[in-house]
């Protein structure tokens, strides 16, 4: 089974960065299509950004287009979000997942993370 840690989230002010990060144990990530979400408290989780596991090809969220970058990290077993220009509704629990496709809907990614704080707060 595959497990996922996610790390890199904390506090941070508005305008500033993060790069969160997606390692798995006993499993090559680029086999699987890896997505980010993250879920608001009383909202629905959400996808924010993708890397498919064919051709590398990467997917984002209106909301963060042009300042969240996913990437893989092959040689570390890892696909870090680089997320810049933080704003306060980013505010969230991050999720990482592992599915066979770059698909939004959250119940087709079969392996979930614990998740990560992040907190946009002046």
């Known amino acids: 089974q595959v497990q996922l840690v996610e790390s890199g989230g904390g506090l941070v002010q508005p305008g500033g960065s993060l790069r969160l990060s997606c390692a798995a144990s006993?499993?090559?990530?680029?086999?699987?299509?890896i997505g980010w979400f993250r879920q608001a408290p009383g909202k629905e989780r959400e996808r924010v950004s993708c890397i498919s596991n064919v051709g590398g090809k990467t997917s984002y969220a209106d909301s963060v287009k042009d300042r969240f970058t996913i990437s893989r990290d092959n040689d570390k077993n890892t696909v870090d979000l680089q997320m810049v220009n933080l704003k306060p509704e980013d505010t969230a629990v991050y999720y990482c997942?592992?599915?066979?496709?770059?698909?939004?809907?959250?119940?087709?990614?079969?392996?979930w993370g614990q998740g990560t704080q992040v907190t946009v707060s002046s």
């Open positions: 997942a592992a599915g066979t496709s770059c698909v939004e809907i959250v119940t087709d990614y079969n392996y």
């Open positions: 006993r499993w090559t990530l680029t086999y699987y299509s």
